[in-house]
């Protein structure tokens, strides 16, 4: 018989507190694992879901809208509680749409929609291998180049104004090579 179990992270992206109401921006993570029976084969199934959730001052929920992407929920919340941008400084350096707050420590960073149409020099679909952290570099976008920083089985996307030869040059110029001295990123 095949079992199943249901692994469920939630993640606030920002949160923000107003007229004694808490507005959250969550990114909800489930994995379903299905064993397809005791010695062999198990297949996963990931999958996420975005919520701009409403709460009262005793962390009820009050109301929950689902989203279809993290890119239209977090276009809402900030168009709705945040559109100063005092809380969410982070946005894709070529579509503009906000991004979470792990964005911020990077330079020029890319939404994964705007990172979905990346191509290599020979206009293919980029390689990596996240076992080894490496892939190829640099990439386009709409016949922009970024460089794709690789870590921690993924990798984050940076748009590159300055054409630069590589990464180094690229971080260099960027400001990027200081800021990581000051707290390892
Ligand atoms: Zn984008």
């Given at each position: 018989m095949a079992k199943e179990k249901e692994i469920k992270r939630e993640e606030i992206c920002y949160q923000i507190t107003r007229d004694s109401y808490i507005y959250q921006a969550v990114e909800?993570?489930?994995?379903?694992?299905?064993?397809?029976?005791?010695?062999?084969?198990?297949?996963?199934?990931?999958?996420?879901?975005?919520?701009?959730?409403?709460?009262?001052?005793?962390?009820?929920?009050?109301?929950?809208?689902?989203?279809?992407?993290?890119?239209?929920?977090?276009?809402?919340?900030?168009?709705?509680?945040?559109p100063e941008g005092a809380v969410m400084k982070a946005q894709c350096a070529l579509c503009e749409v906000p991004l979470i707050k792990f964005y911020e420590n990077y330079p020029n960073p890319v939404c994964r929609e705007c990172d979905s149409k990346a191509v290599n020099l020979r206009g293919e679909e980029p390689k990596w291998n996240s076992w080894a952290d490496e892939g190829e570099n640099?990439?386009?976008?709409?016949?922009?180049?970024?460089?794709?920083?690789?870590?921690?089985?993924?990798?984050?996307?940076?748009?590159?104004?300055?054409?630069?030869?590589?990464?180094?040059?690229?971080?260099?110029?960027?400001?990027?090579?200081?800021?990581?001295?000051?707290?390892?990123?």
């Open positions: 909800r993570f489930i994995e379903t694992t299905r064993r397809i029976d005791k010695s062999t084969s198990i297949s996963k199934y990931t999958k996420f879901q975005y919520f701009l959730i409403k709460r009262d001052k005793d962390n009820k929920i009050l109301s929950m809208k689902e989203y279809p992407s993290i890119n239209s929920l977090l276009k809402d919340f900030k168009h709705k509680h945040d640099p990439v386009f976008i709409n016949g922009k180049k970024c460089w794709r920083r690789y870590r921690f089985g993924g990798y984050i996307t940076m748009f590159d104004p300055y054409d630069s030869r590589d990464e180094a040059e690229f971080y260099e110029k960027s400001g990027f090579i200081k800021k990581r001295k000051r707290r390892e990123v």
